[in-house]
């Protein structure tokens, strides 16, 4: 059963059937997207409970599409995105929930959200480079008119302009590399396996991966707010209204890493070799800078959008680590993130709603005046510094391995400080400002959230706990995939690496 | 001696070069419009040396068709120098700036 | 046998899920499952002691080429002892704060944390390799974040909290940073492969690495340099109080130096761990003499005997430590418990100098506050009395300055512990609550009961005959203590203190002003390195290069309009330049 | 000979339509430019192109400057107002007109210069007579060249004829008057 073709249709099909219904049918609107996102989730679920672990491609459709060029329609999943999948789908799913704060132009905004969904689960499902880049834009246009349009917030047209002229030039930059990679392996397929294969032989020639590489990197690092191109992020989110929020932060922020680890680290192994140890500061600079720039924030979604490119920061230290523990590492907490982020916009959604106002300090004792949304947004801070029982501390805590044992010493050291103590000096200042203390002033008839939400937000819980107590679901179907990477990206110091694992065993 | 092809384009060249001078030196529309006829008539004459020496005549059968473009050009560009002195009562390059940005 | 040994860790686990689900709408059945949770894992603990022998089991968690992080479970000695502390004084303080928290309205709140407490306690003593105890290790600082802020309406309540947390973030820090470096030296995270895999020439490393777990402790037992959360950590419930911050969660410290005593055996840094719990010992046990809150002194008392277990560790005797934390968790928890019960009768009065004349009003209260007291000073015959002396014997053996400290606490500590005792129980009451106080119910003294049984006994566990230059040494600080302490305090109105050494009793009252030196810190560290983080992020990225780019676009337009000056001959000039230009260009 | 004088004509005429010293009516450069038109088909029939000679004085000569001076007489313009020779656009002129005839100059020189010259000659002289005699622009001549169908200038010739319809329909609606 190609489950996977049912996950990325549906959302697309539902933003067809949309389009069909008048606008003033709110309720069918809500219905069909709810249908559709919830179907997918089911789809999802199915597939990633039937995945056989180490099994290569599965679920896969494979329809050519210009013989040619060697451009086919290919979707499959393997260890490493089968997760995000999972992921994308429980988020997309929650966002659907909680798209009802969206007053205006109801119907258009239901059309982009489904059309976003389907470009996620697209994206991280194809195997080809061109689908991989097309449903990626799919997803990422209407991000920018849901913005533009239905944003909040006084500088929400700066915010848009800023978040489309940045995305916009990181996806250019990424193009140019993929272009790049396609010409350079002899430009017959654009399938990702085949590339792999082909470059398993001949791989690219040096000085080739020398400017690809940069050029994959920087424009995959724009696009998951690498550090000095992260201003968009916290911008961005705190004028996005909560589903585009959550489901850009959460899940289509990932895809520049998805794209690193599964296109320009196995096809530019060279060029990764002395590139990641760039990456490793930047990412350095993104922990603790971004952490500190959250320290600051007196906005609750400014918090989180720092909060969250402060995690980006954790996933690029594991890439950078290259080797067999930092990429599963990368790719736990990029499951981990997008559940985290989900949760936190969505909660911070519904505090909006309630005033208007994302501001902390006029916030106080809220966890005695909504309860469920309480504990809700306490449990997800928590899993925001690293606590473990979330998913999150499995995937930080895999990574500083893999840093300490790619000899980033220093590194580690001021990435566990900006992590454990930073991070939790800003959730625990969030925490204090938000939920204890005396009630705020104009809080006083502030609600608790409906069931919808709350069934959407403890789906997401129940997601986090569950790969938080048991993160080998996760990891056993990842290792198997990236030890095939890490054995291609590091040939020559597969000796070193065997070594240090015979080292371990000793 | 006997005149040879570039004896002929040299003459071409110079008619043309003066034309060129007359657009950019001199500031009443007309005398423009006559340097303009003159650089034409300077490729005519390119061209039918070339024909001349070449052997064939498809050089002069273009100087026809040249003949009979500047012709409709001449016609129009005067009439529309009318309509521009009749509008502006002047006939002065320096005056007609308005395409200034 | 595995089973009952799963069985321990995952009880409080369970009551506290289903209290969260959906129990806590009855208060009856939450108090019910979190108390029969506690108390059942007390019995499961008593099976495996009378079965004896070790015990090992292991689930894996998280595993790949070169790193095995299991879930496992290590059952000896050591782990049985620490097991019955926590689930035995655990499963006392449960049925204790049946009656302390009956008029609370988030009662089964209060039970879901405290099983999750338990739990995570149990966590840390049953495991066998690092990650795990971090793992429960961050469980057991948020839990006693819940528990601390409980009553988090007080905003003192939820500041406390937040620093407890973040002071043991610190702490943990440091902790994950020694097992990385473990890791990395020795090739794995268990302790069993650790102890075997120990040679020689890894001994450089092991000391840092040990110092640097050492600090995970001392966030967690608050020594020296991160101990100024515990003070704070009072807001929480009394029940809290003496689960967490007597018996239980602070002896974790101490407790994990002696599971991994065979990593900084022999290294640098035994001395340096040796020095700052004799520091803590000493400076804790000041602070205490001029505190008038009773859970603040008792706090302080905590840290100062905490100190001296961690200077037992320090000077190579991690049985004499250990022996201490069981019979001072006994003792203390007693105190905590008996400070609630007076703290109820006084309608949370918590000033010692508001108190007074309660010995008839509250016998029993009285009673076992005297044994818990006798105990802790270190009378003979007491537990107290061997478990410290053993520890001042081995000071004497190894560093005469340490043993000098030790016995200079020991006075400090009958001197401040016979001052509380006088001042609240003996003379007369001096406010209308202490007239009015009467006897706590029978279930709130039971346990005080209980509690006083181990405190007598607990010392003949390993009793041996004690050293006598040591016995006369800690009886003469004894009774010098106790004569000074009645002579100043029987029958005073107010602390005379103050009045004769102002200076010094200013600086103990201040608790030596740590707090405002962190504060300080903090305010010129971390706030300006985030405020230079947030101008750098307003004005360099997003104004320079945002505005830049910008800035530069607008002025080529602007530059480029110049261009088109209307002028018909420049114009025809230009083309005719483009025109030269291009042909040079393309003949040539 | 000949073609000295008629060159040397067209040239001279040419400079005094554009810097007429005597005086600034555009009259005398009108004048002017018909004598250059009339050198210019006197080059016409020394290369052959004896109908295009008659058609450059018919048209241009005859029609165009007719035109030229129908207008001039319209506007009757004085163009002794401005005397001031404006010398930045002159110098401006010159050097603009200089490199692009220096240009022109040194790319005739390479192709048809001394270098090529002898090979010029030689193919000159045994292509002389077959050339004369073969391409003499006789109206019949180009008569046949223009319309015959292999040559394909038919249709060039039908676009021509009514770009001139639309010329003419443009002039007579630029030209008229307002009604206002």
Redesign the interface.
């Known amino acids: 059963m190609d489950w996977l073709l049912i996950i990325v249709l549906l959302p697309l099909l539902a933003a067809a059937a949309v389009g069909f219904v008048p606008g003033s049918q709110l309720r069918t609107i809500r219905g069909i997207t709810l249908g559709a996102s919830g179907l997918a989730l089911l789809g999802a679920l199915i597939a990633f409970c039937s995945f056989k672990v180490g099994g290569g491609l599965q679920f896969e459709t494979k329809w050519t599409w210009v013989e040619s060029l060697g451009l086919h329609f290919h979707l499959a999943a393997d260890g490493i995105n089968i997760g995000i999948i999972l992921m994308g789908a429980i988020v997309a799913f929650a966002a659907a929930c909680c798209a009802d704060d969206i007053t205006h132009r109801m119907k258009e905004f239901h059309i982009l959200l489904n059309l976003m969904i389907g470009g996620i689960l697209g994206a991280f499902a194809s195997m080809d480079l061109f689908f991989f880049y097309f449903f990626h834009e799919l997803a990422l246009v209407p991000t920018f008119i849901m913005i533009g349009v239905w944003g909040r917030g006084a500088n929400r047209n700066y915010a848009t302009y800023k978040i489309t002229l940045y995305l916009s030039l990181g996806a250019l930059l990424a193009l140019i590399g993929l272009i790049g990679v396609y010409v350079q392996t002899g430009a017959e397929s654009f399938s990702i396996p085949d590339l792999i294969a082909k470059v398993r032989e001949t791989p690219i020639d040096e000085a080739a991966q020398q400017w690809i590489f940069p050029l994959l990197m920087f424009g995959f690092g724009i696009l998951v707010s690498l550090w000095p191109f992260h201003t968009w992020a916290p911008l961005g989110y705190g004028a996005a209204p909560t589903a585009t929020a959550m489901l850009h932060a959460g899940v289509l922020k990932k895809f520049g890493l998805y794209g690193l680890i599964r296109v320009a680290i196995p096809m530019a192994p060279a060029g990764a070799q002395n590139w990641l140890g760039v990456l490793a500061w930047l990412a350095l600079a993104n922990l603790l800078y971004c952490g500190l720039v959250a320290v600051r924030q007196k906005d609750l979604n400014q918090l989180i959008g720092n909060s969250s490119v402060a995690h980006m920061g954790f996933i690029f230290l594991g890439i950078a680590s290259l080797n067999v523990i930092g990429l599963t590492g990368a790719v736990l907490v990029m499951i981990a993130h997008g559940l985290l982020a989900a949760l936190a916009f969505g909660l911070s959604g519904h505090l909006y709603r309630q005033t208007g106002s994302l501001d902390m300090s006029r916030m106080g004792g809220l966890l005695r005046q909504m309860p469920l949304a309480g504990t809700a947004l306490l449990m997800a801070l928590l899993a925001g510094c690293g606590l473990p029982g979330f998913a999150n501390f499995a995937g930080e805590v895999t990574i500083f391995f893999a840093a300490w044992l790619a000899g980033l010493k220093t590194i580690t050291v001021i990435a566990a400080w900006s992590a454990l103590v930073i991070g939790g000096l800003y959730m625990m200042r969030a925490i204090r400002n938000i939920l204890h203390g005396p009630r705020g002033d104009d809080w006083a008839k502030a609600s608790d959230v409906n069931p919808l939400i709350a069934t959407a937000l403890g789906l997401l819980l129940a997601a986090l706990m569950v790969f938080g107590f048991a993160p080998g679901l996760l990891t056993k179907g990842i290792e198997s995939e990236v030890t095939k990477i890490v054995r291609l990206a590091k040939p020559a110091a597969d000796a070193s690496e065997a070594q240090a694992t015979e080292v371990a065993v000793r | 001696m006997e005149p040879l092809l570039n004896h002929y384009l040299l003459v071409s060249g110079a008619l043309f070069a003066i034309g060129l001078l007359g657009v950019i030196v001199r500031r009443n529309l007309l005398i423009i419009y006559m340097s303009l006829e003159l650089m034409l008539n300077a490729a005519n004459v390119a061209l039918v040396a070339m024909s001349r020496f070449n052997g064939n005549l498809d050089g002069q059968v273009m100087v026809f068709f040249i003949i009979t473009v500047a012709a409709a050009e001449v016609s129009v560009g005067l009439a529309l120098i009318v309509a521009l002195y009749r509008k502006r009562q002047t006939a002065d390059v320096e005056d007609l700036a308005t395409m200034k940005l | 046998m595995n089973i009952a040994a799963w069985l321990i860790l995952l009880l409080p686990l369970f009551s506290a899920v289903v209290i969260g689900l959906g129990a806590f709408r009855s208060r009856k059945v939450s108090a019910a499952i979190s108390v029969g949770a506690v108390v059942g894992s007390f019995l499961l603990t008593l099976l495996l002691i009378r079965a004896g022998g070790e015990l090992r089991t292991s689930v894996?968690?998280?595993?790949?080429?070169?790193?095995q992080?299991d879930i496992g479970l290590q059952i000896d000695t050591l782990s049985k002892l620490m097991l019955c502390v926590v689930t035995g004084i655990g499963g006392l303080i449960h049925i204790f704060s049946l009656g302390y928290m009956k008029e609370d309205m988030d009662f089964s709140r209060y039970f879901a944390f405290l099983s999750l407490f338990v739990f995570s306690m149990i966590g840390i003593v049953l495991a066998d390799n690092f990650?795990m105890m971090?793992?429960?290790w961050?469980?057991v600082g948020?839990s006693s974040y819940l528990l601390i802020?409980f009553w988090?309406?007080k905003?003192s309540?939820?500041?406390a909290?937040?620093k407890a947390?973040?002071t043991n973030?610190?702490g943990?820090?440091g902790f994950?940073?020694g097992i990385?470096m473990v890791?990395?030296a020795l090739?794995?995270v268990g302790f069993a492969d650790l102890s075997n895999?120990l040679s020689g020439e890894t001994a450089a490393v092991t000391g840092l690495a040990g110092f640097l777990i050492f600090c995970g402790a001392m966030g967690k037992s608050a020594q020296f340099p991160l101990h100024v959360w515990l003070p704070d950590a009072m807001e929480g419930p009394t029940p809290v109080s003496a689960l967490i911050h007597a018996a239980t969660m602070v002896a974790a410290g101490v407790y994990m130096l002696c599971r991994v005593f065979f990593l900084i055996d022999g290294t640098w840094a035994m001395e340096a761990i040796a020095w700052i719990g004799g520091l803590t010992s000493l400076m804790a046990a000041l602070m205490a003499v001029q505190q008038d809150d009773i859970k603040r002194i008792l706090a302080y008392s905590t840290l100062s005997q905490l100190g001296y277990m961690v200077m037992a560790v320090g000077l190579g005797s991690p049985d004499a430590a250990m022996f201490h934390l069981s019979t001072h968790a006994s003792f203390k928890a007693l105190l905590f418990l008996g400070a609630g019960s007076v703290i109820v009768a006084l309608h949370h009065e918590q000033d010692i100098w508001k108190m007074g004349g309660l010995r008839d009003r509250m016998p029993r209260t009285y009673w076992t506050f005297f044994i818990g007291t006798m105990a802790l000073c270190g009378v003979p015959l007491f537990s107290g009395f061997f478990s410290k002396e053993a520890i001042i014997d081995v000071a004497l053996q190894s560093n005469l300055l340490l043993f000098l400290v030790a016995v200079f606490v020991a006075l400090l500590t009958t001197f401040y512990m016979t001052r509380l005792f006088i001042v609240a129980f003996m003379g007369e009451p001096r406010s209308a609550q202490a007239k009015r106080a009467k006897e706590s119910p029978a279930l709130m003294t039971v346990p005080l009961l209980v509690l006083a049984v181990p405190s007598v006994l607990a010392g003949y566990y390993n009793a041996h005959a004690p050293n006598p230059l040591v016995l006369c040494a800690s009886l003469v600080m004894l009774v010098f203590g106790m004569l000074v302490a009645n002579t100043v305090y029987s029958g005073a109105k107010a602390d005379p203190l103050p009045a004769r050494f102002v200076w010094l009793a200013k600086a103990m009252r201040g608790r030596f002003w740590f707090d405002e030196m962190y504060q300080w810190l903090i305010d010129r560290v971390?706030?300006n390195?985030?405020?230079?983080?947030?101008a750098?992020?307003r004005r360099v990225?997003?104004g320079l290069?945002?505005r830049g780019t910008h800035g530069t676009t607008e002025l080529a337009g602007r530059v480029l309009?110049l261009t088109?000056?209307?002028?018909?001959?420049?114009y025809?000039?230009w083309f005719?330049?483009g025109?030269?230009a291009l042909?040079?260009f393309t003949?040539s | 000979m000949l073609f000295n004088i008629f060159a040397g004509l067209a040239v001279l005429s040419a400079l005094l339509v554009v810097l007429n010293p005597l005086s600034r009516n555009p009259v005398t450069s009108a004048m002017f430019l018909v004598i250059t038109m009339i050198s210019i088909s006197g080059l016409f029939v020394l290369l052959g192109a004896y109908f295009l000679a008659a058609v450059q004085i018919l048209v241009y000569a005859g029609a165009v400057m007719v035109l030229f001076l129908f207008v001039i007489m319209l506007l009757d313009l004085q163009e002794i107002a401005r005397r001031k020779l404006n010398l930045v656009s002159l110098a401006m002129g010159i050097l603009a007109v200089g490199a692009l005839f220096l240009v022109y100059k040194s790319s005739l020189e390479s192709t048809y210069g001394e270098a090529s010259q002898q090979h010029e000659v030689a193919a000159d002289a045994d292509q002389a007579e077959a050339t004369t005699a073969k391409v003499v622009g006789s109206t019949q001549a180009l008569g046949q060249a223009l319309f015959s169908v292999g040559n394909g200038f038919i249709l060039p010739f039908e676009i021509v004829s009514v770009l001139l319809l639309v010329a003419m329909v443009g002039v007579i609606l630029l030209s008229r008057k307002e009604p206002g």
């Open positions: 894996t968690w998280l595993e790949f080429e070169g790193l992080i990650v971090f793992i429960f961050e469980l948020i802020g988090f309406d905003s309540a939820a500041d909290a937040k947390f973040l973030r610190v943990d820090f994950l940073i990385l890791w990395a090739g794995s895999a971390q706030e390195l985030a405020k230079l983080a947030e750098i992020d990225i997003a290069m945002v309009r088109q000056t209307g002028n018909l001959k420049a025809a000039f005719a330049i025109m030269a042909l040079v003949l």
